[in-house]
């Protein structure tokens, strides 16, 4: 129990208070987020509501990182355009109700793929993104955030801006909210500052009756956030092969950004917090909470990075504020929906700008004259790609592939032999720099064959047989000696290597007692 629900983790200090405010103020947040990401993909707001409060609430409970919180997002959203437009292809006469019953079952399928992800210890492999990859993706994410609040500056369903009076009532509530949030903290931290703005806010809309956008305004006509309880849905589509090809490429999708994204996430609350959540966990957490929110009527989800820099950022440290955070989001949708839509989306907009200008690593930008340039275009095309497509997962994916290639560069640049012939005539190669793919043509230059003397030692003591690309080019460097009738000898390479060299085994002499074993490290836990 001490390791699941930190709410009654004796071990840990928990301030009820700044968890209780901190939760009501996410709480708020959500809900124009939920409704948005759900109007995206075409669902009704209630599927967007629902999935914040499922994946929010299971998360909280079970996930491997205190004070994250989950719910429906954008980067999910988006994946079930391509969905809806293929099931549309495919059955041109499918009804909406229909189409959201593959969705669950999608969502239902996502979570179990997480839920094996996080029993086979996949998490750890958030580890090879490079710390660049990491700068891109939050700066790309802070860019979305800050764009995603334009649209609240324009006549709704028009590309038209605002104008006259109604454009600088919503200029001057948002620096308003932004003042507060900013201004706030140096005179009290008793409560958290942008709960105190959002209520000072809506009191001047609501009191004074100003007229500006509320959160009302940005639903469609005839729809509402007023619900129960999620309730219990058993996809009713057909359960055959039919079916589960067209929709186990997308599960796998949501699967994966779901993954990355919360993984991701954590990795940035590590840093802020300077604790460390666990991986693995949070993929089974995810998996759990995608699995619930497909069978309670959600649209499914993944971790928030706005919205948890938020509950960061007002004091949550525990997982209370995460749960907090979704009960009272069920209970604005059961209870509390005429209050809700009539909160100024002024005070959110305000919000979420300072979350966008908090999550800007704006000390990378002092980096672009420290850092290597493969680093910085790394960086930059990591933000691009973010901003451009909203695709965190294939941002990351193509980031981490340049920064394996940059490193292959660089390293492959670094091969490099002394050359000398000792007084019984034998000519020795020292190799230094590692030997892999990237550095085999390079190896092969080293060596002069035609005019090398009748016995030859390549000496590895200082260099590292990488991978058969290395092997290879070390099978191809003896069969130029062996075949002109010269002996080489190759000196320490590793017993996993000498295995391997089975074209050489006639002409390698390995001294073994001075062969190093190379052997990986493994996760204990």
């Given at each position: 129990?001490?390791?699941?629900?930190?709410?009654?983790?004796?071990?840990?200090?928990?301030?009820?208070?700044?968890?209780?405010?901190?939760?009501?103020?996410?709480?708020?947040?959500?809900?124009?987020?939920?409704?948005?990401?759900?109007?995206?993909?075409?669902?009704?707001?209630?599927?967007?509501?629902?999935?914040?409060?499922?994946?929010?609430?299971?998360?909280?409970?079970?996930?491997?990182?205190?004070?994250?919180?989950?719910?429906?997002?954008?980067?999910?959203?988006?994946?079930?355009?391509?969905?809806?437009?293929?099931?549309?292809?495919?059955?041109?006469?499918?009804?909406?109700?229909?189409?959201?019953?593959?969705?669950?079952?999608?969502?239902?399928?996502?979570?179990?793929?997480?839920?094996?992800?996080?029993?086979?210890?996949?998490?750890?492999?958030?580890?090879?993104?490079?710390?660049?990859?990491?700068?891109?993706?939050?700066?790309?994410?802070?860019?979305?955030?800050?764009?995603?609040?334009?649209?609240?500056?324009?006549?709704?369903?028009?590309?038209?801006?605002?104008?006259?009076?109604?454009?600088?009532?919503?200029?001057?509530?948002?620096?308003?909210?932004?003042?507060?949030?900013?201004?706030?903290?140096?005179?009290?931290?008793?409560?958290?500052?942008?709960?105190?703005?959002?209520?000072?806010?809506?009191?001047?809309?609501?009191?004074?009756?100003?007229?500006?956008?509320?959160?009302?305004?940005?639903?469609?006509?005839?729809?509402?956030?007023?619900?129960?309880?999620?309730?219990?849905?058993?996809?009713?589509?057909p359960f055959d092969f039919a079916t589960l090809k067209i929709i186990f490429p997308y599960a796998?999708?949501?699967?994966?950004?779901?993954?990355?994204?919360?993984?991701?996430?954590?990795?940035?609350?590590?840093?802020?917090?300077?604790?460390?959540?666990?991986?693995?966990?949070?993929?089974?957490?995810?998996?759990?909470?995608?699995?619930?929110?497909?069978?309670?009527?959600?649209?499914?989800?993944?971790?928030?990075?706005?919205?948890?820099?938020?509950?960061i950022s007002a004091g949550s440290r525990a997982r209370l504020a995460g749960i907090v955070a979704?009960?009272?989001?069920?209970?604005?949708?059961?209870?509390?929906?005429?209050?809700?839509?009539?909160?100024?989306?002024?005070?959110?907009?305000?919000?979420?700008?300072?979350?966008?200008?908090?999550?800007?690593?704006?000390?990378?930008?002092?980096?672009?004259?420290?850092?290597?340039?493969?680093?910085?275009?790394?960086?930059?095309?990591?933000?691009?790609?973010?901003?451009?497509?909203?695709?965190?997962?294939?941002?990351?994916?193509?980031?981490?592939?340049?920064?394996?290639?940059?490193?292959?560069?660089?390293?492959?640049?670094?091969?490099?032999?002394?050359?000398y012939v000792d007084e019984n005539g034998i000519k020795h190669y020292e190799i230094f720099g590692?030997?892999?793919?990237?550095?085999?043509?390079?190896?092969?230059?080293?060596?002069?064959?035609?005019?090398?003397?009748?016995?030859?030692?390549?000496?590895?003591?200082?260099?590292?047989?990488?991978?058969?690309?290395?092997?290879?080019?070390?099978?191809?460097?003896?069969?130029?000696?062996?075949?002109?009738?010269?002996?080489?000898?190759?000196?320490?390479?590793?017993?996993?290597?000498?295995?391997?060299?089975?074209?050489?085994?006639?002409?390698?002499?390995?001294?073994?007692?001075?062969?190093?074993?190379?052997?990986?490290?493994?996760?204990?836990?």
């Open positions: 129990m001490k390791k699941v629900f930190n709410l009654f983790d004796l071990s840990q200090k928990v301030n009820y208070k700044t968890e209780i405010l901190s939760g009501l103020t996410v709480a708020l947040a959500l809900v124009p987020e939920a409704i948005a990401f759900a109007m995206i993909a075409g669902f009704s707001p209630l599927t967007g509501l629902y999935a914040a409060f499922v994946m929010g609430l299971v998360t909280a409970i079970l996930g491997g990182r205190p004070g994250m919180i989950s719910g429906a997002t954008g980067a999910i959203a988006v994946i079930f355009l391509g969905l809806i437009l293929e099931l549309r292809t495919a059955f041109p006469d499918i009804t909406s109700e229909t189409i959201l019953q593959y969705v669950f079952a999608t969502v239902i399928i996502a979570g179990i793929l997480q839920i094996l992800a996080g029993v086979l210890r996949l998490g750890k492999f958030i580890r090879l993104v490079p710390h660049p990859v990491m700068f891109g993706f939050v700066n790309g994410l802070a860019i979305i955030i800050f764009m995603a609040q334009f649209p609240n500056f324009y006549q709704k369903g028009t590309h038209n801006l605002l104008e006259g009076s109604s454009m600088l009532i919503m200029l001057g509530l948002t620096l308003l909210t932004m003042f507060i949030i900013w201004g706030l903290p140096k005179l009290t931290k008793v409560v958290p500052s942008s709960l105190i703005a959002i209520l000072v806010v809506a009191g001047i809309v609501i009191g004074f009756g100003v007229d500006t956008m509320t959160v009302g305004d940005t639903l469609n006509a005839g729809e509402s956030i007023k619900g129960g309880f999620p309730p219990l849905t058993i996809p009713n589509i796998c999708i949501v699967a994966g950004v779901g993954l990355i994204e919360s993984l991701l996430s954590l990795n940035l609350i590590d840093e802020i917090t300077e604790t460390r959540g666990s991986g693995n966990k949070e993929c089974v957490a995810q998996g759990i909470g995608n699995i619930a929110s497909g069978f309670l009527s959600g649209m499914g989800g993944c971790a928030m990075l706005g919205q948890s820099l938020i509950n979704s009960i009272t989001l069920l209970i604005f949708i059961m209870f509390g929906s005429d209050l809700i839509v009539q909160l100024p989306m002024a005070a959110l907009v305000g919000l979420m700008f300072m979350v966008a200008i908090g999550t800007f690593e704006w000390a990378s930008l002092k980096t672009f004259k420290k850092m290597p340039w493969s680093d910085v275009i790394v960086m930059v095309l990591v933000t691009l790609i973010t901003v451009f497509t909203h695709n965190l997962a294939i941002a990351v994916l193509i980031g981490v592939i340049l920064a394996a290639l940059a490193y292959s560069w660089e390293n492959a640049k670094r091969i490099r032999a002394r050359k590692p030997l892999f793919f990237g550095s085999v043509a390079g190896f092969s230059e080293k060596f002069e064959v035609l005019n090398d003397p009748n016995e030859v030692i390549i000496d590895f003591k200082e260099s590292r047989v990488a991978d058969m690309s290395a092997i290879e080019a070390l099978n191809v460097i003896t069969h130029r000696y062996h075949k002109i009738g010269k002996k080489v000898h190759l000196r320490h390479l590793s017993k996993d290597c000498i295995k391997l060299l089975n074209k050489a085994e006639a002409i390698i002499d390995v001294n073994i007692m001075e062969d190093p074993t190379y052997k990986l490290v493994i996760d204990k836990v």
